[in-house]
């Protein structure tokens, strides 16, 4: 009996033990840093890159509460499939994380790679995170494609929904000079597809320079009054038969506390992205950069719509 009753008073010491050990484990956890977003060429484990020296870069993600963390220092390793490794930047004295190039062995084609980011931190405190990256053909010449044979079918079953028809992902810079009152900016043009009717559902057959998209900046009537706003005018033409190359498809208008009297001749950002016909847009990192009209529909946002 006295045996029985040790055991049973040890019993609730240890279980609070137990979960003390599991509280500061916890804990300890949580006040960790981190090394978060690794990218390569500025996008998540990408695949088919064609790089020569592609960039690196990473966050440091500090616990909760803690302030004045900084990177004091790096070293990035990279290693083949196999293991080797192909690079070592050894400890590099620096708080730059952001577009750091690879200057390691030539990298192969059709490689995955792994690659392991180390960051000491202002309080001599060591972090690391992995990621990976997988080459391309590493050769922009078409001899890369000697030796490929068509393993899809015939010209007579290869029509294709034509406003499906591209995948971009750009951006672009546009200023007006002082004068003048329209930029524009093409992509998507000569696209084979749509210059044999073989090859679309609307049997078109554009001829060079026939079938395109434009993006056309106008601040005309930018005034400084409430009414004077910049337009982005978006022209498609080629893509169906009805397509008019003079008159826009859709015009928005832009808000003046995006482009406005004071700033209409400065340095615009767009940035674009294309995929299965949705188009996304967005002006000096703003999104939501229009004028919303009461009878707009929600297709009519620039970076929904889908009449491309």
């Known amino acids: 009996m006295i045996k029985t009753n040790i055991l049973k008073k040890q019993l609730p010491l240890l279980s609070l033990t137990f979960y003390a050990l599991i509280i500061l484990l916890s804990a300890c956890t949580q006040n960790k840093s981190a090394i978060t977003n690794l990218t390569t060429e500025y996008t998540t484990t990408p695949l088919g890159i064609d790089v020569e020296q592609p960039r690196f870069a990473w966050q440091m993600q500090a616990p909760?509460?803690?302030?004045?963390?900084?990177?004091?220092?790096?070293?990035?390793?990279?290693k083949s499939a196999e293991g080797e490794v192909v690079w070592n930047s050894e400890k590099v004295n620096s708080n730059t994380a952001l577009a750091i190039p690879y200057e390691g062995e030539k990298l192969q084609p059709k490689t995955r790679y792994e690659w392991t980011v180390k960051v000491w931190d202002n309080n001599n405190e060591e972090h690391s995170a992995t990621s990976w990256f997988e080459t391309g053909l590493m050769n922009p010449d078409n001899s890369a494609w000697d030796g490929a044979q068509w393993i899809g079918g015939g010209d007579d079953?290869?029509?294709?929904y034509s406003q499906y028809e591209m995948i971009f992902k750009m951006k672009y810079a546009v200023a007006i000079a002082e004068g003048s009152s329209k930029a524009g900016f093409v992509f998507g043009a000569n696209d084979m597809r749509l210059m044999d009717r073989y090859k679309n559902i609307y049997q078109l057959e554009n001829e060079r320079n026939e079938s395109y998209i434009k993006l056309e900046l106008d601040v005309s009537a930018v005034d400084g009054s409430s009414n004077g706003l910049a337009k982005l005018n978006i022209y498609r033409a080629g893509y169906t038969k009805t397509d008019n190359p003079a008159v826009p498809l859709k015009t928005f208008s832009i808000k003046s506390s995006?482009?406005?009297?004071?700033?209409?001749?400065?340095k615009h950002l767009f940035e674009l992205r294309s995929a299965f016909g949705n188009i996304t847009i967005t002006l000096?990192?703003?999104?939501?950069?229009?004028?919303?009209?009461?009878?707009?529909?929600?297709?009519?946002?620039?970076?929904?719509q889908n009449a491309f």
């Open 284 to 304: 000096d990192q703003n999104p939501d950069f229009f004028v919303k009209r009461k009878d707009d529909s929600f297709e009519d946002r620039p970076w929904l």
């Open 64 to 78: 909760e509460g803690v302030r004045d963390l900084a990177q004091t220092a790096y070293q990035i390793e990279v």
């Open 258 to 266: 995006v482009i406005n009297a004071a700033n209409k001749n400065d």
């Open 157 to 160: 079953d290869l029509v294709f």
